[in-house]
């Protein structure tokens, strides 16, 4: 489930559980597979708790987990020709799942590999990116929506200089360009991280 939310494929609101256009493709490419059965899942366990008190072996546990990979592998292209999904849905799913608004067009921001980026630069020519790592530091997402929603953060830690030395510092966007603000406060009870 953490890896289906991480993937923004179930995403949770309050406690309410929304299923994406990307999560109905997944399940209808494991529909009628082992996976998308509990029983699987309970006699994976059990076999495990036999595992744990001496009762099963562990290399047969793998032996048969590699052969059901092998298996699922297998069959992947055949089952992905049965998957019926509209491209364009996906796409428009994928720019609306912004972090926050473009600071030179508006669109939404969205993650692309080692950048946020504008999810209208086909359509607008849009050039606006914001780097994942900054002086060494890796931008969460959660800075990276506060950057682009309130034009700032507060004060981060981690940033290294070129000479390596660590150095604390807020962002601020101006015209569209990342620059650092060293007045910008500590957040307010913030944890502290060891």
Partial sequence: MKRLKVARTLPFQKNRVNVTEKGKILCQAVEGNLLSKADMTAEWELFLRQIGKGEKEGTTFIAN???????????????????????ESLMQEAK????????????PVISKGRVYGCSGYRETKC???????????????????????KGSTSQLRGFKSKAGKSFRAGL???EGKVEFNFDAKPMKNAKRKT
């Fill in 65 to 87: 987990i590699h052969q059901f990979i092998d298996q699922l592998i297998h069959n992947a292209p055949a089952s992905l020709k049965e998957v019926k999904f509209k491209k």
């Fill in 96 to 107: 609306s799942e912004g972090i926050g608004p473009c600071p030179l067009c508006g669109s």
């Fill in 127 to 149: 050039k606006f990116v914001l780097p994942k790592m900054i002086a060494k530091k890796t931008l969460s997402e959660a800075s990276a929506k506060r950057l682009l929603t």
């Fill in 172 to 174: 601020t966007l101006k």
